[in-house]
């Protein structure tokens, strides 16, 4: 069966500090991992994404590290703010289409 | 650009009641549609997914189906609502399979 397990299920952090959430994922057929943001009440935004032939991609200050050989990859928020505070869910994807989503980690900044 | 749109954003309905949930989109064609529940605190769950008009692919058995009768059209309905299906439904699109998908605000339905 196809899962992905995230990790924390919540985060608290103050501002400024870094922010890490761990995902693991069992299928090899995975090939497209995306990291989304939620508020309350709205529909999740994708955030940053990753395709496993890099091992690692930045963009402002959210950065995801991959490791295929151990199947894992994770969402770093540096300099983390109280904005940033949400839920983050990771993915993993086929080109078959199907996604299959992590739990989700709620991410408390404070200030 | 693209947009997607749901409607209604919020639903009240007694169990056994019918459900009809629509999910547009915009500015694109062909678009892989996705239909996806979320519990309250929880992941998403995918329920339906399709390539184009008229497939549709299943992913978990339920009393919920899913059509689309345009291109850029996706409903999600049921016939008698259970208490089970309250939830968050999030309906989202993708240019590619597997590719990133972009989510509509979703519509939080209560079956009371």
């Known amino acids: ?111 | 650009s693209q947009t997607i749109h749901q409607w209604p954003a919020t639903l009240v309905q007694p169990v056994g009641s019918p459900l009809s949930l629509e999910c547009t989109v915009e500015g694109t064609s062909n678009p892989n549609l996705y239909w996806y529940r979320q519990a309250a605190g929880r992941g998403l769950q995918l329920l339906f997914y399709s390539v184009g008009i008229g497939q549709i692919s299943s992913e978990v058995p339920q009393n919920l189906s899913a059509s689309r009768p345009q291109d850029r059209q996706f409903i999600l309905s049921s016939k008698k609502l259970l208490l089970s299906d309250s939830g968050f439904y999030l309906c989202a699109w993708s240019v590619q399979p597997g590719g990133e998908q972009y989510f509509g605000p979703g519509t939080r339905l209560t079956v009371t």
């Open chain 1, 1 to 111: 069966q196809q899962q992905v397990k995230q990790s924390p299920q919540s985060l608290i952090v103050q501002k400024g500090g870094i922010s890490i959430i761990n995902c693991a994922y069992e299928n090899t057929a995975f090939d497209y991992f995306p990291w989304y943001q939620q508020f309350p009440g709205k529909g999740p935004a994708l955030l940053i994404a990753i395709r496993p032939d890099v091992s690692e991609k930045k963009e402002g200050r959210f950065t995801i590290s991959f490791n295929k050989s151990a199947k894992q990859f994770s969402l770093h928020i540096m300099d983390s703010q109280p904005g940033d505070s949400a839920t983050y869910f990771c993915a993993a994807n086929t080109n078959a289409g199907k996604s299959t989503f992590g739990d989700g980690t709620t991410l408390t900044v404070k200030p």
